[in-house]
């Protein structure tokens, strides 16, 4: 701004006058960002985390010779040719209960009661479905054969001793902590999240809760960011403050984050003094993007660790984080970098115009199959993120897309929601 | 079973040998299932939650006519043929800063620096960019006219008051939590999360984190449950027994839980008494279910809490969750009936062969953007659901799907990690 100091003049040399690309802003903001070291954590905790290793089997699963039939443990050659007409009748011994021992071995001409899961006695090859059996005077009447190896699990059919069950980086689905819980496996090796400082700033900021009053306004940013975060695997740290740089200079150097995320006082105006600050304390990498919202975000390094400056306007306080930000917290927390959307492509009703050199967030909505601008007034607009479908990127190459042209819509709503 | 007491005989007659369709078994597992009642929630805490009232705005945004860009507050037709060659000088003004106080009135010939978010004094009709103006010598060189109520945010622009903002039923969404606290909404009414109760019982279980020892296995249904529970916005509490009959009925009865899920214990075998003691505390509504894997599925109320039945195999497990607990549960808190996967439809490589009269869950690979079935022993194998890229269901009516058959797969994989 005119009336800035010469420092203010600087930044806006480096920054505004000379805008970086989307691309070029993204790598500087993920140079050298590299997963966190692993934490120890319960396995009954583990679904949701990323894993940082390789798991291998310490046992075989199943770990003996199991039933995965309610019946009878017999030698299949004994039931050979039973029919309706013509049953087999065998002599019944003790039952096999799971979590007990096998009963006793099976002989030629004997049958064992046997639950699903149990182990199956020595001597038996097969277990006959209790279907295709009574019990009659204390004898088994078996009215259908059954083959050799039929309904029992083989020692390590599921998983052998040894062999791989998950790779280093997968996020944990609920069947993956079943799964490292019935071999035994616990602790799990998980990333660690990263802690995500959120500093926002502005004398006219009301915490949240408050009333909006007079010329104050209530922070949005932080709760958005907050949930943000902890969409992508971090935990988030709130940190809300004045115009004040003294207060500003403290909040950014304190050890104990991994990631720093400003939002507000990263433009050139007079109290704009994030991105000097982090100049002073440590590099200014970025300032000023060419994308639109969003252009007055930075990207900066403090003591090595990431700073991501975004703007203070709330949608644009949404873009620059979803650009930026978080893919440094998801590979952080050993998450692949890619938007946590999922998309659809459809055709265009209307075009969506943009500039050439610019990266455009295009809010849309999907009407009856067709996708469409919302109509906005400005940055500000928060409402304009909350009734749009989701997002269609216009990359820097194009005046914009025609319409029919099919696009691709980034989904805000979470998978099953729609 | 054919060694079983008269009662299992009872439940084998009413269940397996007419076993429910998944359609019918859906149904009566959410027959009279309503969202739970709200709880107030701060806005801080809101985002993920689901909204149980339609929101209204108490409040525009903004508040007051509010500065949408860096630059100085102006009366626009003074800046009317300004350029370069021929810059109009204005007086320059107090500041206008985000929060305080609007400067002093603009005058003709005047001019306010201003700075994004702040109130635009009494007399300006517009804000000149920053970019077009230079302090020279204690006056404004103005280089470019500015039109009428450009840059200017207009009360009520985004949100008016009385305006509805979100409405019952909303995921909400970071931006969501944004927009509530920019209103001044707190707390937030948002539907109670329901706790449910999981009992997973075997005298062959231990505990997960035990390694599996002898003829004993790892309880891995209740680290898989509680983790799908917590997905579809449950609080889940575990329970686990030994095959016991008091206490199972105990932990069937007790209060404290608005769902409740066992697993295990609920085929027609000896030991099968979970059936036995929901018809006898409540009601059993289905027992068995035509589908594979997860026939031996169950359906009941007891005190009017639904009560799910699922088979202790883990992968039957996992599929009659997602085919009747989940709904529940999801519908309970609020959130709509369907599963939370997303899906892609992809030709199939090899056939998938089903049998009619039951609907088949064939758990699938994508690979090079074609659908193959996971070659698999039995229902029990736990690693197939870890393998799998996610699921194709076969419904009853059909025998399976030829070979190059479009099919919807449900992908396991959370949005953004394909």
Not at 51 to 77: I, K, N
Not at 83 to 104: A, H, I, K, W
Not at 220 to 240: C, E, H, K, W
Request: hydrophobic share 40%; with cysteine.
């Amino acid at each position: 701004m005119a009336t800035g100091s010469e420092g203010m003049e600087d930044v806006r040399m480096r920054g505004f006058r000379e805008r970086a690309s989307v691309e070029a802003t993204l790598t500087s903001a993920l140079d050298g960002v590299q997963p966190l070291p692993f934490e120890q954590l319960s396995v009954t905790e583990c679904a949701g985390r990323v894993l940082a290793t390789d798991v291998q089997s310490e046992v075989d699963v199943p770990p003996f010779r199991r039933a995965t039939m309610d019946g009878f443990a017999v030698r299949a050659e004994d039931t050979y040719g039973a029919s309706d007409y013509e049953p087999v009748f065998l002599d019944l011994t003790t039952s096999s209960m799971p979590g007990r021992d096998e009963g006793e071995p099976i002989s030629h001409g004997a049958a064992g009661p046997i639950m699903t899961g149990a182990p199956v006695p020595r001597g038996a090859d097969a277990v006959l479905r209790a279907e295709d059996a009574t019990e009659r005077g204390g004898r088994l009447e078996v009215t259908a054969p059954v083959a050799k190896a039929k309904n029992i699990g083989r020692i390590g059919e599921d998983v052998k001793t040894g062999s791989k069950i998950l790779s280093s980086g997968r996020l944990l689905l609920p069947q993956d902590a079943g799964l490292l819980a019935s071999v035994g496996v616990d602790p799990v090796q998980v990333y660690r999240r990263p802690v995500v400082r959120i500093i926002v700033s502005g004398d006219e900021l009301l915490p949240p809760g408050d009333k909006p009053d007079g010329f104050k306004i209530v922070d949005s940013n932080s709760p958005m960011l907050a949930a943000l975060v902890s969409r992508d695997g971090g935990i988030p740290q709130v940190v809300r403050l004045p115009d004040d740089a003294h207060e500003m200079r403290r909040a950014l150097a304190l050890p104990g984050a991994d990631v720093i995320v400003t939002a507000g006082a990263a433009s050139v105006g007079r109290e704009d003094r994030v991105p000097l600050l982090v100049g002073e304390l440590g590099e200014l990498l970025v300032h000023g993007v060419s994308m639109r919202p969003s252009s007055p975000t930075g990207v900066g390094r403090i003591d090595g660790r990431p700073v991501l400056l975004l703007p203070g306007n709330p949608v644009s306080c949404l873009v620059a984080y979803d650009f930026f930000a978080g893919p440094v917290i998801r590979v952080m927390g050993g998450r692949p970098s890619q938007w946590p959307y999922t998309s659809v492509t459809l055709p265009l009703r209307k075009r969506l115009v943009s500039q050439i050199g610019r990266t455009d967030y295009a809010r849309v909505l999907i009407v009856d199959g067709e996708v469409e601008p919302v109509a906005i007034s400005g940055a500000s607009v928060l409402s304009s993120v909350t009734r749009a479908s989701g997002f269609v990127v216009i990359p820097a190459g194009l005046e914009g897309y025609g319409e029919g042209t099919d696009v691709e819509v980034h989904l805000y709503e979470a998978a099953g929601q729609l």
